[in-house]
T-cell receptor, first 115, second 115 residues
Framework: EAGVTQFPSHSVIEKGQTVTLRCDPI?????LYWYRRVMGKEIKFLLH????????ESGMPNNRFLAERTGGTYSTLKVQPAELEDSGVYFC?????????????FGPGTRLTVT | AQKITQTQPGMFVQEKEAVTLDCTYD???????LFWYKQPSSGEMIFLIY??????QNATEGRYSLNFQKARKSANLVISASQLGDSAMYFC????????????FGKGTMLLVSP
């Protein structure tokens, strides 16, 4: 069974440009999460999809970030326009169910560098 | 709001010895879950162990055990018989019933295992 995959693994862009990150969850996992780790800080929650619906987007930093999950399969996270403080590692995770007890399987992350 | 505190930025241990990684948490929820994840240098986040707040027994998974002390709000990870491959960043995290399983992470502890 394939794990959570993320593309690209690294992205270097200039301030003001647009970047789109992609996450493919484990097949059959309705729950998809985005997290971000800025250097030296904790991994922070961004948002949670249940199928194609946004269950919780309270962690999205501002309206420069747009997440979608078309058809309840893969998800994209677009940053437009990118700022220096957006640099970090963006993780995607999926789980078969939501709730406190269910393990989230993480992807390898996308390292975003904004220069 | 929930908070996870990992006070050890780095830990050193010799191969075959046991090591304890500290984690304390703060929450007003009665029901919550506690997780430990491992992040090797390759970047992926690997689930290690889970403890539910109502579980009376400490969780164990192979060489990993979680020393859960509810009154102290601590959830320390114990790795027995350390191996060189255990060298990695370790994150303590928690969920709660009210958080739709969103994970709140600590800053992590870097563990280095020497021969």
């Amino acid at each position: 069974e394939a794990g959570v995959t993320q593309f690209p693994s690294h992205s270097v862009i200039e301030k003001g440009q647009t970047v789109t990150l992609r996450c493919d969850p484990i097949s059959g996992h309705d729950n998809l999460y985005w997290y971000r780790r800025v250097m030296g800080k904790e991994i922070k929650f961004l948002l949670h999809f249940v199928k194609e619906s946004k269950q919780d987007e309270s962690g999205m930093p501002n309206n420069r970030f747009l997440a979608e999950r078309t058809g309840g399969t893969y998800s994209t996270l677009k940053v437009q326009p990118a700022e220096l403080e957006d640099s970090g590692v963006y993780f995607c995770a999926s789980s078969i169910r939501s709730g406190r007890d269910y393990e989230q399987y993480f992807g390898p992350g996308t390292r975003l560098t904004v220069t | 709001a929930q908070k996870i505190t990992q006070t050890q930025p780095g830990m050193f241990v010799q191969e075959k010895e046991a090591v304890t990684l500290d984690c304390t948490y703060d929450t007003s929820d009665q029901s919550y879950g506690l997780f430990w994840y491992k992040q090797p240098s390759s970047g992926e986040m690997i689930f290690l162990i889970y403890q539910g707040s109502y579980d009376e027994q400490n969780a164990t998974e192979g060489r990993y055990s979680l020393n859960f002390q509810k009154a102290r709000k601590s959830a320390n990870l114990v790795i027995s018989a350390s191996q060189l491959g255990d060298s990695a960043m370790y994150f303590c995290a928690m969920t709660s019933e009210g958080g739709y399983s969103t994970l709140t992470f600590g800053k992590g502890t870097m563990l280095l295992v020497s021969p």
